[in-house]
T-cell receptor, first 116, second 116 residues
Framework: AQKVTQAQTEISVVEKEDVTLDCVYE???????LFWYKQPPSGELVFLIR??????QNEISGRYSWNFQKSTSSFNFTITASQVVDSAVYFC?????????????FGTGTRLTVIP | EADIYQTPRYLVIGTGKKITLECSQT?????MYWYQQDPGMELHLIHY???????EKGDLSSESTVSRIRTEHFPLTLESARPSHTSQYLC???????????????FGPGTRLTVL
């Protein structure tokens, strides 16, 4: 069975602080994909990143960075110098290659509030 | 920028009414999905489709039905709405990845349904 755990339900930081959102996953598949999505107050989900299980290279995109560690089954997301516009719910998700349907299994989300 | 649309964005309706939530995408994606999300909660897959004339049930049992007569269109229907159907419904699509790669899903803005 697959499972995604986002232990942090809510996080509040002051603007310009760095913040890390944790994601731990479980899967029996050797080939899988991990995703992060952002859901602002408007409700839509915005795709941020996809990682496959064979690529442990960390990625940086502007103020965003992701740390993928297979040894600890974690795929953490860091926002550097946070801004008010970063306030949203962030979801980590897992997709197993064997499903064929490309179904995503979402964590429960972390609500980030950036205080000006 | 993803081109996936949902209408209506908000719907308040009485118990027993039949409703159809519309979802369209202009990206030519074969795969489409419907998720249900209660406020502050994780997303649950209720329906998905591999392509035209394909419909499958997701992980969360739902009384809704879907159809896929055209690639770009994936409407969801509730024959008799009840207060327990009150939720946000999110539509998504993805392209089939080469070599079985699980591509990211692009989400519509969602429909917030309230059944009185």
């Amino acid at each position: 069975a697959q499972k995604v755990t986002q232990a942090q339900t809510e996080i509040s930081v002051v603007e310009k602080e760095d913040v890390t959102l944790d994601c731990v996953y479980e899967t029996r598949d050797t080939t899988y994909y991990l995703f992060w999505y952002k859901q602002p107050p408007s409700g839509e989900l915005v795709f941020l990143i996809r990682r496959n299980s064979f690529d442990e290279q960390n990625e940086i995109s502007g103020r965003y960075s992701w740390n993928f560690q297979k040894s600890t089954s974690s795929f953490n997301f860091t926002i550097t110098a946070s801004q008010v516009v970063d306030s949203a719910v962030y979801f980590c998700a897992l997709s197993e290659a064997g499903t064929g349907a490309n179904n995503l299994f979402f964590g429960t989300g972390t609500r980030l509030t950036v205080i000006p | 920028e993803a081109d996936i649309y949902q209408t209506p964005r908000y719907l308040v309706i009485g118990t027993g009414k039949k409703i159809t939530l519309e979802c369209s995408q202009t990206m030519g994606h074969d795969k489409m999905y419907w998720y249900q999300q209660d406020p502050g909660m994780e997303l649950h897959l209720i329906h998905y489709s591999y392509g035209v004339n394909s419909t499958e049930k997701g992980d969360l049992s739902s009384e809704s039905t879907v159809s896929r007569i055209r690639t770009e269109h994936f409407p969801l229907t509730l024959e008799s709405a009840r207060p327990s159907h009150t939720s946000q419904y999110l539509c998504a699509s993805s392209e089939y990845g080469a070599g079985g790669r699980n591509n990211e899903q692009f989400f519509g803005p969602g429909t917030r349904l309230t059944v009185l």
